[in-house]
């Protein structure tokens, strides 16, 4: 069973740093992107980042470009965003996602374009 594990999430004040992880199997992290997604409540899921499945290629969403870096780790088949600077409208659930296409040429950044989730880990961010 494909999975992805995210961690990493919790409470913190604006302005402080956090690093969300996911650990997918090796199946996944070899050969699909990866991207991060979140959803506040009554909102619907957002983008956020994603990287190509061989680290090449990076994207960041508008909402957190310059506060937001994501990053692989090869060794652990984890996935990072570290997020700087965060804000109270930062505060969701962030979800990893897995690419449903093998070794896509770039990166997508529709949730419809996405065939694996992790269960997801909230980011709450107090003003």
């Known amino acids: 069973q494909e999975q992805l594990v995210e961690s990493g999430g919790g409470l913190v004040q604006a302005g402080d740093s956090l690093r969300l992880s996911c650990t997918a199997s090796?199946?996944?992290?070899?050969?699909?992107?990866m991207g991060w997604f979140r959803q506040a409540p009554g909102q619907e899921r957002e983008f956020v980042a994603a990287?190509?499945?061989?680290?090449?290629?990076?994207f960041v969403a508008d909402s957190v470009r310059g506060r937001s870096t994501i990053f692989r780790d090869s060794a652990e088949s984890t996935v990072y965003l570290q997020m700087v600077s965060l804000k109270p409208e930062d505060t969701a659930v962030y979800y990893c996602?897995?690419?449903?296409?093998?070794?896509?040429?770039?990166?997508?950044?529709?949730?419809?374009?996405?065939?694996?989730w992790g269960q997801g880990t909230q980011v709450t961010v107090s003003s």
């Open positions: 990287i190509s499945w061989s680290g090449g290629h990076q």
């Open positions: 996602a897995g690419d449903s296409a093998y070794r896509r040429a770039k990166v997508v950044t529709s949730h419809n374009d996405y065939k694996y």
């Open positions: 090796r199946r996944i992290f070899a050969s699909y992107a």
